[in-house]
């Protein structure tokens, strides 16, 4: 029996797809409408269509951004340049503005993990504790570090609407990048569920999946996701780079094995990965993830190629 949809405000509509891109939430704001989160760049034209059938003849004049991932921004470049006559903004976190106004892709991420994203520029810093009202409802920013240093969740009090982006989803959060680098992560994402619990949501808007309200249960298996990998930093770096091989396979949906190799040696966090925790000669690394995520039904091997598989 399939679950029933959680009800959601009538200013407001969820973009689910497919987890190469990020979900959207558009808000009627009466004479326009407002976005949160605007997918894959490889996605940018069905963003726009999804935009549009919502919008009839108001114009988009915000966009959102809870962080700057790739799977997160990758629809800014076309929704602004197509609404630039309306006055369309963009408003992000405050932490990577400089990296944005220098489109500056090791910072922002797109060059280490071997990802694509259309170049854009911001008007707005969002900060910590603002209020921004869309879809006629008061929405509070409040910063969660942990998957992203500088990523953002927005809580409606009045309706306990949670906008999680990669803080939690249902079954897990976002892989946690920060460790990668050697940088704090895991006491970050311990912190944002721990925001998440006081602010006691009856309804979360994930980043990714389908809204859900059993909260509590959501809450129980991230922190025993999160426990399982502070305790073992490797298993944290082996799950980002399986991350990665999948989102770019969600892409390209079958490439070679060599081209998977080649791709992902230009693309530092894998190399990284690699040297800081297994020592394997790079393509004998690349294959253990391939056949770990073949075994788990998240890819197929097929002769010399590499499939995606949709494992939902």
């Known amino acids: 029996m399939s679950r029933a949809a959680p009800a959601l ?60 991932h790739s799977d997160h921004v990758g629809g800014n470049a076309q929704l602004k340049a197509r609404f630039a006559a309306a006055g ?40 910590d504790g603002e209020a921004l009202v869309l879809g006629g409802l008061c929405w509070r920013v409040l910063a969660a570090p942990g998957h992203d240093p500088h990523m953002v969740m927005l809580f409606n009090a009045d309706e306990r609407i949670l906008i999680s982006a990669d803080a939690l989803w249902e079954h897990g959060f976002g892989a946690i990048f920060p460790e990668i680098e050697g940088e704090s992560g895991f006491a970050e994402q311990r912190a944002a569920l721990a925001l998440i619990e006081r602010h006691a949501p009856r309804l979360v808007i994930p ?31 082996r799950q980002v780079a399986r991350v990665l091989i999948k989102f770019w396979l969600l892409e390209q949906r079958r490439v070679s094995f060599d081209a998977l190799v080649a791709h992902f040696a230009r693309a530092r966090y894998m190399t990284l990965i690699n040297e800081r925790y297994f020592r394997q000669p790079f393509a004998r690394f690349v294959r253990r993830l391939v056949t770990e995520l073949a075994a788990a039904g998240a890819l197929a091997l097929v002769g010399d190629e590499v499939h995606d598989v949709d494992a939902r």
Request: with cysteine; hydrophobic share 45%; aromatic share 6%.
């Open 88 to 127: 369309c903004t963009i408003a992000i976190p405050r932490g990577l503005a400089a990296a944005v106004a220098a489109w500056d892709e090791d910072a922002l991420t797109y060059a280490p993990t071997g990802q694509r994203c259309e170049r854009f520029m911001h008007d707005r810093l969002l900060a």
């Open 9 to 68: 405000p009538s200013t407001l509509t969820v973009l689910e797809r497919g987890w190469l891109s990020s979900n959207g939430i558009v808000f009627d704001d009466g004479d326009a409408v407002s976005v949160v989160d605007t997918g894959y760049v490889a996605h940018a034209a069905q963003t726009l269509a999804l935009i549009d059938r919502l919008r009839g003849a108001r114009p988009l004049t915000r966009i959102v951004n809870t962080h700057l």
């Open 207 to 237: 980043g990714h999946g389908a809204p859900f309200t059993d909260v509590a249960a959501a809450l129980s298996r991230a922190h025993a996701r999160l426990d399982a990998l502070s305790a073992d930093p490797a298993r944290n770096a």
